[in-house]
């Protein structure tokens, strides 16, 4: 698990009832449906779920990334005790980048192929400081020496298609650093990389936050990357939370169904090697017509254990009451004691880590 660090008891950032949706010729997608968390410096969220649960829209959302005449987005996002949806576009732009980042799945593209990494990152950080050319390269320079970047005064003048992978990620990280920002939210950044670098990276991740207290929200759909960087894990599905709690509680005991078909759809090095994976059946839902009740219930192989209320009412999501673990929080319909005896009886037994 992520090692502990010093945090602040007040969160940095505060998402509360987020709620995102824009119109298609189909119909309307509500990406995103009521989703709340918090993040405090110091500490980070990880945000799992398959493709098309929310993830990366809520991440945008907080970026201030939407369109906001063609995405509605509601609810409140507090940075710093600052509501971001009540400021203006430009008010967002000049937070972007000095109190708040982002590092984005694919690095190729995020950096622009016509210009230096150097210069990218140079004109990142005189955008919110009045300095001058040679100031900021010495910056950038520091930076990209920072992250681990062999020969960096060399490096700065190179392209992005003349860096490796991983040293592209690695130049997304200093620029996205290179302000000190309060919080930092990366989204899937070790895709594509090979295990030994995406091992380098998210240490680099781990090592920067401890030196500079940031908050890090960590988007991905990899569970070793979250027993890894996280402390705190949030399991969405079809824009909403199904579960919440230490990233401890999540990974080792987990209560949704969902959660559990995520752990067991991978390979465990503690389970039984002529044991059979779980994958999950069936594909996750249209967002523009969303299953009534519970939206996992049409994939759920244990909604036949509490019929009714799985495909008619939508489940709150509720701190456990049989265990002593505070903030571990589930959104699901089956009893507590009955969902406890199911995974460990039926889940467990397929070699899901423990």
Request: contains cysteine; hydrophobic residues 35%; charged residues 25%.
């Amino acid at each position: 698990m992520a090692p502990q660090t010093n945090a602040t008891t007040d969160p940095y950032l505060k998402v509360e009832d987020l709620r995102v949706s824009f119109p298609t010729e189909d119909g309307v997608v509500r990406a995103v449906d009521g989703v709340s968390f918090s993040v405090e410096r110091g500490r980070t969220l990880g945000i799992v779920g398959e493709s098309g649960s929310g993830k990366s829209v809520t991440s945008l959302s907080v970026m201030g990334l939407h369109n906001r005449k063609k995405t509605k987005v509601e609810g409140r996002i507090l940075l710093g005790g600052e509501d971001l949806l009540s400021l203006s576009d430009e008010q967002v732009r000049r937070k972007r980048g000095r109190d708040m980042s982002m590092i984005f799945q694919d690095p190729l593209s995020a950096l622009h192929p016509f210009y230096t990494v150097g210069r990218q990152i140079v004109e990142a950080y005189r955008v919110h400081h009045n300095v001058s050319k040679a100031q900021a390269r010495t910056r950038a320079i520091e930076m990209l020496d920072r992250v681990g970047i062999p020969k960096p005064d060399k490096r700065f003048d190179q392209y992005p298609h003349e860096f490796s992978g991983g040293m592209r990620q690695r130049a997304m990280i200093a620029m996205s650093l290179i302000n000190d920002p309060d919080l930092v939210i990366a989204d899937e950044p070790t895709t594509a990389l090979d295990v030994t670098v995406q091992a380098q990276i998210l240490d680099l991740l781990e090592d920067l936050q401890r030196e500079f207290n940031s908050a890090i929200v960590i988007i991905t759909h990899d569970l070793g990357v979250v027993s890894q960087i996280a402390d705190e894990v949030l399991v969405m599905y079809a824009g909403r939370v199904a579960e919440f709690g230490t990233a401890e509680q999540v990974l080792r005991g987990p209560q949704h169904p969902y959660a559990w078909g995520l752990l067991s759809s991978v390979p465990s090095l503690h389970g039984n090697a002529d044991e059979d994976l779980l994958p999950i059946k069936g594909n996750p839902p249209s967002l523009i017509n969303v299953p009534p009740g519970c939206a996992f219930n049409p994939r759920c192989r244990y909604a036949m254990l509490d019929p009714g209320p799985c495909d008619t009412e939508v489940p709150q999501l509720l701190p456990l009451a049989l265990t002593d673990e505070p903030g571990h929080k589930v959104a699901c319909h089956l009893p507590e004691r009955q969902r406890k005896e199911t995974y460990e009886n039926d889940i467990a037994s397929v070699g899901v880590a423990r």
